[in-house]
């Protein structure tokens, strides 16, 4: 059974990948308010103390929970992540825009 988290619980935690390197924290978590379907965790990746970071929409489904080590892991590796698409945190992307939902999807290779 998967385990079921408030989304304030997730925001702020590390995100790390199957090699055990950091990848960022979840910055916000994006639902379509549509379904109600968690479509996107937000992670704030890169930078010193937050100054130089991006943000990058990682389809949820891309992101599974370790219960046993109590981390979030994306299993990418860290330069693929660096190249990805992202924004600032003063820009943000349309998330219901259908061509930047199909960009993500197809750079993780995520369902739609």
Excluded: C, H
């Amino acid at each position: 059974m998967n385990p079921v988290l408030s989304a304030t619980s997730l925001i702020g935690d590390t995100v790390k990948n199957a090699q055990g390197e950091k990848l960022g924290t979840i910055k916000d978590i994006m639902i379509d308010t549509a379904d109600g379907r968690t479509e996107y965790a937000v992670l704030e990746f890169g930078g010193i103390m937050k100054i130089g970071s991006k943000l990058f929409a990682v389809p949820f489904d891309q992101i599974d929970v370790d219960t046993a080590n109590e981390q979030l892991v994306l299993n990418v590796p860290k330069e693929r992540l660096e190249s990805a698409p992202g924004f600032d945190k003063d820009n943000w992307p349309n998330f219901a825009d259908q061509g930047y939902r199909n960009e993500i999807s197809s750079y993780y290779g995520a369902r739609q």
